[in-house]
């Protein structure tokens, strides 16, 4: 048996599992890759989690009490989590907007019967209730009488208690909730975004400040690296603002040359979009 700091390993695995999430947009049409792959990960995670524990001592009980009731359950909630959201996206009918809220009603409503099966150790542990943890989160000592779920049986009895799993599906429910909340928000926006493609198509907007400040701003975005993952011209870029502002550019390529000239303040016009939105922001909070 051997001893190592295992706060400082568990922190360490969810700066990672999160530095990964941020970069993960739930709501693009990659969701069902991206979500296989964090799946993915995150078994291996939770694999090399395990190894560990299977040699390691625990200080003291409270120690494994804090393991099995808040540090193994945020790591294994993400795994949950990531699984279902792949599950779901998977099985998405085809259909009506109207087919699609259904179904993810269904979904939410799989969450409620969840909830209210489970409502009295829900409250135990939204109430933060110590009275069983040495029941419920300590290998060994579980009441075979307080396990409501048939599937402890199955686990590790090194990796498991009787209750740290139902933590994690806990956990795992809340961020399915809202990622099916917004998901239902999000229906139809597609049709929405084409609808005002056409009226902007009979009425167009026009850029009515000068060629150089939209060149500008085209330019910085172009190499932001956020159009495209990167993966776009100049060119594009500057006709894509011409036909959304419906403004010819010109020789766009000879007003940079000029931008990149000037003395002073090359960025002119980013500078002063960045004092008017501090501005703006300012106005809001005096308020």
Known sequence: MYQFNLKEFINNIL??????????????????DSSHKMTTYLMTVVQGLREKIANYTFSSQDEEILFFKE??????????????????????????????????????NNITYYFDKNLDFYQYYRSKSTTFDNYYFVRGKSDIHLVSDSAYFNSDPNFSTAYDYKVAKILANDMLEVYLKKRLHNIGKERDLEETRVKYAKTPVKFTGKKAALIELGYALAH?????????????MMDLFGAVFNVDLGDYYRTYIAIKDRKKDRTAYLSKLIE???RKMDDDDSY
């Open 15 to 32: 700066d990672e599992v999160n530095a990964r999430v941020i970069e993960i947009d739930l709501y693009d049409c990659e969701i069902i």
């Open 71 to 108: 540090q193994k359950p945020v790591i294994m909630s993400r795994l949950i989590f990531f699984n279902k959201v792949c599950k779901i996206e998977a099985k998405l009918p085809s259909g009506s907007d109207q087919v699609i809220r259904d179904y993810i009603h269904n979904e939410l």
């Open 224 to 236: 932001s690296g956020d159009i495209n993952n990167g993966n776009v011209e100049i060119k594009e």
């Open 276 to 278: 008017v939105l501090e």
